[in-house]
């Protein structure tokens, strides 16, 4: 019997392993398409040379490293810090419906942003370090608000997407009574889009990544014990606030920082987890997974955006048309089977 456990465990990590290094080329290819079309075609070999530096052609390194290679890695980081971000919460509150789009952290992080462009004239640094604090704002009003003797899933859902209506209708105020330059451009940055945040906010998030993601696979194993319940956790020897905490901390920082970047690109969140666990299954290796998904679905989206239709839009307006349907289905499934946290 416990050979059969065994050779099950394996089996399953095999193939999660398959799965996530799949994921990973898929991501690559379409980080190096991002960086082949355009107004000037770059074969997908000089592509690779110059990111790789592996021989100098000027024309072809300034395309490539200059022009496109910080939208491409823009892309590529927003959308796997989505996917993290994501995946964490929705296990962390073991709610599908439990993404930062909805509980008010994206909306924090957008009235904050808001504000700085349309009060204060703010420019990009400013206004991603003015995303960032409404984030973390946002999410420490939220945990506030929500508990009670612990932290209930449907509670924090319910409180954050109360606050999330607060802050939306905040930001509808300043847009309205703002001039029309300042308006246009917060609705841009509202909509979300690669390529419209600077190289310094851009590494900033690559370092919170670099730090934060194997924080996160760290506490993946006190996130399978909290996913049992507060209850079972405490008998289990887990530190359960102390531990919700730190995975809340995890999200919330790369949400942020990733808003920062791109704006608030909805719905990449809250599909790219459950993408993830679908194809990966109940391996453990759903937080690199999901975080793919999520580059694969900005890169995607971000072309389309810019290629495949017949006005550039900002991505955020492909990744809507996405996710819309998915939620439209995610809620009457939920609505069927009786999960409500």
């Keep these: 019997m416990i050979d059969v456990v065994v050779a099950d465990r394996r089996t399953r990590r095999t193939r999660a392993g398959a799965v996530t290094g799949a994921l990973a080329l898929v991501a690559f290819a379409l980080f190096i398409l991002t960086m082949m079309v355009g107004s000037y075609y770059v074969p997908a070999w000089d592509v690779i040379t110059s990111v790789f530096h592996l021989r100098n052609d000027p024309s072809a390194d ?11 890695t823009a892309g590529l980081a927003v959308g796997f810090a989505l996917g993290v971000s994501g995946l964490l919460f929705q296990k962390l509150l073991g709610n599908p419906l439990a993404s930062p789009d909805f509980v008010g952290i994206s ?15 703010a420019g990009s640094t400013m206004i991603s370090a003015s995303a960032l604090a409404g984030a973390l704002i946002s999410a420490i009003l939220i945990y506030l608000l929500a508990w009670r003797d612990g932290i209930s899933g449907y509670r924090f859902i319910l409180i954050g997407i109360g606050l999330s209506e607060f802050m939306l209708s905040i930001i509808g105020y300043i847009v309205a009574h703002a001039e029309l330059y300042e308006a246009r451009q917060a609705m841009t940055w509202l909509v979300g889009t690669i390529g419209q945040a600077g190289s310094t906010e851009l590494r900033t998030l690559l370092v919170a990544l670099v730090v934060l993601v194997p924080a996160a696979l760290v506490l993946q194993r006190p996130l399978r014990v909290l996913e049992l319940g507060d209850d079972t956790a405490t008998a289990l020897g887990a530190r359960v606030e102390l531990s919700r905490l730190a995975l809340i901390a995890v999200s919330i920082v790369l949400i942020g920082f990733a808003t920062a970047v791109a704006g608030p690109i909805m719905f990449v969140a809250l599909i790219a987890g459950p993408i993830a666990h679908r194809i990966v299954g109940h391996s453990g290796g759903g937080i690199v997974a999901a975080g793919l998904v999520g580059s694969i679905i900005v890169l995607g989206a971000d072309l389309v955006a810019h290629h495949l239709v017949p006005v550039a839009l900002p991505t955020g307006v492909i990744t809507g048309i996405i996710g819309a349907p998915y939620l439209i289905w995610l809620l009457a499934t939920v609505n069927r089977e009786g999960r409500g946290g």
């Design 107 to 121: 909306s924090g992080a957008s009235m904050f942003a808001v504000s700085a462009i349309i009060l204060f004239g």
């Design 62 to 72: 300034f395309i490539v490293r200059d022009l496109r290679l910080p939208m491409a």
